[in-house]
């Protein structure tokens, strides 16, 4: 917290006070009064920290990403038929398989890799992938790290591609494919369905409520409506139900393809998080996505 203002760092130990006393409608107070001095708390089983606000302006000033990588391009016309997002934060060996296996497999399309190195002491893969590096200087929340990504890319069609997720074939030129229906708005190899928005279930090749982020590929035009992942998922669990339903509600379609050439590991978003807190902070991002489209009984494909 040291290059936090010494204001934010009070109200930070209060909100730190408030969540162990277990009065949480305390924190969420403390919470606002600090993101409007321009911080958040990040909180970890190791305790709180604080971070600056990603800011929304390419001219705001940050001290953890550099300027000319906020202003987003999603307005501009692609002039590729796909971009690869990923993020690498602790795991950086991660990165490095899943760059293997695009050099091993090169896509037949035209593409770009996107890397948000995310306060990670990683290195850009070597080789002639053609890579655009993002670093920042301070650990983002996922969303942000997501959203920073997404928002550099030049393709018409945009693959958030989980590190997990070894490509063991030309995966993307089919995934690509899938958008030559002019009504689909995402799709992926790992799609899920839900009879209440409650429960979801994997589902087969088709309509789907939604895809999940291990490979989540997004038409530029559709995501640029919805301007991203709502930054208040700082971690991946439940966004990528949030966004599906979000662009859905725009009027897109889902779809899970085929299964794809693609093999997952660790997950280490999951793995490296204790149980208590994958609990905590499951049922908080559950309950932001209920908040939002529990009560949209519409966009669900098997409501019958």
């Known amino acids: 917290m040291s290059d936090a203002p010494p204001e934010a760092q009070q109200l930070a130990e209060e909100r730190a006070a408030a969540r162990e006393r277990r009065d949480f409608g305390a924190a969420?107070?403390?919470?606002?009064?600090?993101?409007?001095?321009?911080w958040e708390p990040v909180d970890g089983p190791s305790g709180s920290r604080l971070r600056p606000i990603l800011p929304a302006s390419p001219d705001a000033e940050t001290g953890y990403a550099r300027p000319e990588h906020l202003a987003s391009r999603l307005d501009e016309p692609a002039t590729l038929d796909a971009s690869l997002v990923t993020l690498v934060d602790d795991h950086p060996d991660d990165l490095a398989r899943l760059a293997a296996g695009l050099a091993a497999h090169p896509p037949s399309v035209s593409w770009e890799l996107v890397v948000v190195a995310n306060a990670s002491d990683a290195s850009s893969p070597a080789g002639s992938l053609p890579v655009t590096w993002l670093p920042t200087s301070a650990r983002l929340g996922w969303a942000d790290a997501a959203n920073l990504g997404l928002r550099r890319t030049r393709g018409a069609v945009l693959v958030l591609l989980d590190g997990s997720v070894e490509p063991t074939g030309d995966f993307l030129s089919p995934l690509v494919a899938a958008f030559?229906?002019?009504?689909?708005?995402l799709a992926?190899?790992?799609?899920?369905?839900?009879?209440?928005?409650?429960?979801?279930?994997?589902?087969d090749p088709g309509p789907v409520d939604a895809v999940l982020g291990y490979c989540l590929a997004l038409r530029r035009e559709a995501l640029a409506a919805v301007g991203g992942f709502d930054h208040r998922f700082?971690?991946?669990?439940?966004?990528?139900?949030?966004?599906?339903?979000?662009?859905r509600d725009r009027g897109w379609r889902a779809v899970a393809t085929d299964p794809l050439p693609l093999e997952r590991h660790e997950h280490r978003g999951w793995s490296d998080v204790s149980e208590a807190e994958r609990e905590r902070l499951s049922r908080r991002n559950f309950y932001r996505f209920l908040d939002h489209w529990g009560k949209r009984p519409d966009l669900l494909v098997r409501r019958d």
Do not use: I
């Open 180 to 185: 030559g229906d002019p009504t689909v708005g």
């Open 188 to 203: 992926g190899p790992w799609g899920v369905t839900s009879a209440d928005a409650r429960h979801f279930a994997d589902a």
């Open 28 to 38: 969420d107070e403390l919470r606002d009064r600090l993101r409007s001095l321009g």
């Open 234 to 247: 700082r971690w991946y669990r439940h966004a990528d139900l949030d966004l599906s339903f979000a662009m």
